[in-house]
């Protein structure tokens, strides 16, 4: 059964209100995308089998469905803790709607329409939706304020269920072709144009994400009103009179909201991550759909800083647990280390935005790493197990309450498992783009995709068994002989580019060249902002080969970055590595990895659903007949993503390449 993206009359609407500016690319839908992939198939299979109903009974369980059946009912009290609960409940339909367009499933299809029936129920007359003020408008919960919209600004998040509930609208119309929950947010913007904008209330929203709903909801129906209010919502940034530019404090500056001064004079990235990453995700979105380029030149400036100062090396962001928010210029500590999980995701969404505003592969490099390292970290191998944080180092003591050291199957605030449900089976849709004449492959995904270039149908197959071996192969079958470009990313890692900028850079010699054959026959290739660019008229079964090195990469940090001063990281291809207590004698504090230590790698397929791990002899710390002494000891290292999956105990990403001191802990 074939989704489409756009119902055709819909589509008469959009070019009824004159919709042309866009992304100069376009992405390749995920639902063009078929999938036969050993790494993320499985992860996609389980996210449908298992995330997603795990998440709408926890969602039952825990009260946030009741809280809709209460404001249906108009009467009660609120049932859980915080006022944007209502966006789990859209999260998971969001991530049950991706999966329905792939994966048609009628008893999942005939429960959305229940819970979207209990949420039309507690709907106002004039399309305002949101719980906890509806069940009781005189005592709603403490964060929302006396009347609508009055605390918008900083805790209420009335306007952030208003994006989820935007964002899982469209997903479930494009994945269905109803409109019964699309209707319902159709109505609830329409409200939200009809208070907000030029010469009505103004307000900076204090958890973004109702700019790229809006944007959705543009795209959709063409309606010129949501995507100026969402570029309204954008400029109202810096606008606000009542913070103390002066301060300090992120949260009496405004800075925590990425509030404290206009986007388009915004240079650095800041306050909380997650918040953040969904402003500068609606950003670009703003700046491609009207052609702002003072809005480009801000968000470009923007992502230098974060890429430059702020990223984990295992593509997490937001250094600090106190407002779960980005730390100052190279403030990376290991062991508080936030990342939170959510900002990993938001991370993913502009970082491919950027890619769409200006075809550069260090964006899809950014987005790589923190994919298969810092996102995919956030849930257990279960599917049902997960992090609020991602840490970078857990010692014996575990004494950092700010971070967790074991997975949980919820939290009071669940929006980062929900989040997973939801972007999980949206991975396809990352793999592929186009332009003009010109198709990129930016993932490496075992799969076929179905296209048109030059209004050719176009098969494009990958065969791989990535991130694990580097050796590719990409056959591709246009109906007809057909002349295109295709763009082929070439890694950064592979191209003895840890990062773009300095702030991580690899210590090994540059690895081995990577070879592109055409049908078996070596083909000399052009290179354009980090793709491999072969221009033929491609025909049937046309089979292009790469060869990607794998070998073990050494990382260091800036020496700014005062943690990592000393210390090495180790990654293989796109994926970091960490060693964890129960692979190392039950401790990994104490193993020192010397600059020239020989490192081999194997890959064990009955290990954490299979992994490749790294194994070296090294020295270790042990205390022994009442002396500190070194002894050597195999140092087994696994993906990051799969730590914590075998129960509580140490772990690092960073090693001290020597001792340099010791310190007697007492317990």
Known sequence: MKRIFVMPALLCAAMAWGQKKDYAIQAVPFTQVKLTDNFWLPRIETNRTVTIPASFERCESTGRVNNFVMAAKRSGKFATKYPFDDTDVYKTIEGASFSLAVHPDPKLDKYLDSIIAIIAAAQEADGYLYTTRTIDP?????????????????????????????????????????????????????????VFGPGKRSVAPGHEIVEMGLVKLYRITGKPEYLSTAKFFVEARGQYKGYDPKSNDPWKNGSYW????????????????????????????????????????????????????????????????????????????????YNETCASVANVYWNYRMFLLHGDSKYVDVLERTLYNGLISGIGLDGKSFFYTNP??????????????????????????????????????????????NLFVNLFIAGSASLKMK???????????????????????????????????????????????????????????????????PLDYDMKQGYAVINRTWKKDDKVEMELPMDVQRILANEKVSDDIGKTALQRGPI?????????????????????????????????????????????????????????????AIPYYSWANRGKGEMTVWFPSQVTDIRLLTQ
């Open 392 to 437: 970078m180092q857990i010692t014996g003591n575990f004494k950092h309450t700010d971070v967790e050291h074991t997975r949980s199957g919820w939290f009071e605030c669940s929006c980062c498992p929900t989040n997973l449900a939801r972007f999980i089976p949206s991975i396809p849709g990352y793999m592929y783009a186009q332009k003009d004449d």
């Open 258 to 337: 990425q509030d404290n001064k206009p986007v388009v004079l915004q240079d650095e990235a800041e306050g909380h991550a997650v918040r953040a990453g969904y402003l500068y995700s609606a950003v670009a979105d703003v700046a491609a759909l009207t052609g702002d380029d003072s809005l480009l030149n801000a968000i470009d400036k923007i992502w230098a800083n974060m890429v430059q100062k702020k990223l984990y090396v295992q593509g997490g962001v937001g250094a600090k647990g106190d407002g779960e928010r980005y730390g100052s210029n190279y403030e990376l500590p290991n062991a508080t280390a």
């Open 455 to 521: 209004n050719t149908p176009v098969q494009l197959v990958q065969q791989n068994s990535y991130p694990w071996n580097g050796n590719l192969e990409f056959i591709i079958t246009p109906e007809k002989a057909t002349a295109f470009n295709l763009a082929i990313r070439i890694p950064g890692w592979a191209r003895q580019v840890a990062v773009p900028f300095d702030l991580y850079h690899f210590t090994n010699p540059a690895p081995k060249a990577v070879t592109i054959k055409v049908n078996g026959q």
């Open 576 to 636: 970091v590595y960490c060693a964890e207590w129960t692979d190392n004698n039950g401790k990994t504090s104490n193993l020192i990895l010397p600059a020239n230590t020989n490192i081999t790698s194997q890959f064990v397929p009955d290990l954490l659903n299979g992994v490749t791990v790294l194994k070296a002899e090294v020295p270790a710390v042990v205390i022994k007949n009442n002396s500190i002494e070194t002894v050597r000891q195999t140092l087994t």
């Open 138 to 194: 005189v005592q709603p919960h403490p964060w929302a304020g006396k009347e609508r919209w009055e605390r918008e600004r900083e805790l209420s998040h009335e306007l952030y269920n208003a994006g989820h509930l935007y964002e899982a609208a469209a997903a479930h119309y494009q994945a269905t072709n109803k409109k019964n929950l699309l209707n319902i947010a159709l109505k609830n913007a329409d409200l939200v144009c009809s």
